[in-house]
């Protein structure tokens, strides 16, 4: 079993950037690839980034390409996401995942495990 706690949230002016964070508990954390997904108000939730079991690999969602990174430390058992030249359209709840079952990273039925969420708005 893997229990998820991100942090980080927060509200801030367009432009502006956050550091995300999701720590997890559970030893096998590096051997899963991470993900961030987020779901904004009356819209679906929606890949944002992964990153594969030692961090060499990343993907990120074509909206965010350029300004958000993700990176892991497997030392601390954390996922991080920075979140640079934030827009209002990236207002949501920011959730990571993990315990992927293999196929596509994009897809959030692929991962097992969630955890609660942390509130990004950005304001205009």
């Known amino acids: 079993q893997v229990q998820l706690v991100e942090s980080g949230g927060g509200l801030v002016q367009a432009g502006g950037s956050l550091r995300l964070s999701c720590a997890a508990s559970?030893?096998?954390?590096?051997?899963?690839?991470m993900g961030w997904f987020r779901q904004a108000p009356g819209k679906e939730r929606e890949f944002v980034a992964a990153i594969n079991w030692s961090g060499g690999r990343t993907y990120y969602a074509d909206s965010v390409a350029g300004r958000f990174t993700i990176s892991r430390d497997n030392a601390k058992n954390t996922v991080y996401l920075q979140v640079n030249s934030l827009k209002p359209e990236d207002t949501a709840v920011y959730y990571c995942?993990?315990?992927?079952?293999?196929?596509?990273?994009?897809?959030?039925?692929?991962?097992?495990?969630w955890g609660q969420g942390t509130q990004v708005t950005v304001s205009s």
């Open positions: 559970g030893r096998t954390f590096s051997t899963y690839a």
């Open positions: 995942a993990t315990g992927w079952k293999g196929g596509s990273y994009y897809l959030g039925q692929q991962y097992d495990y």
